[in-house]
């Protein structure tokens, strides 16, 4: 990652009749930080930028599809870079009591069984299967040690 991750957001954005603004190259760079998906206040407070600019520029690279929206439990949408300029294939582990959400990767061979499980379901339905996403819903150890004492 690096150069060619902004080549190919500067590409996106061009597609979409934008300009790669350094703004808009600081809110990559706090993705590209980030462990796991950001609110948009997160996404303030880590970037420096002023919470109008990020606001506005977050939703820009939502639009050129740079940056993807995470749905939660919770009413604060997250955002992440689109998997598909990162390269990462990965999963998300959602706390339904505090909402935070966590990224997580598989082996590739359970990535294999999930793709043959999703294409026989979809192979009924006449359906076509491009990727996949597989979210689990629960409570984070935080939550669940907080509820144990
Ligand atoms: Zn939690
Ligand atoms: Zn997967």
Known sequence: MGEDLHRAVADRLDLDGQRYTSGRRTLVETLVGATRPLTAAEVVTESDLSQSSAYRNLSVLE???????????????RFELAEDLTDHHHHHLICESCGVVRDFTVPDALEESVDALASQVARSAGFEVRDHRLDLFGHCADCRSATQV
Request: glycine share 20%.
């Open 63 to 77: 639009g050129a599809g740079v940056v993807h929206r995470v749905s939660g439990t919770d009413e604060f949408a």
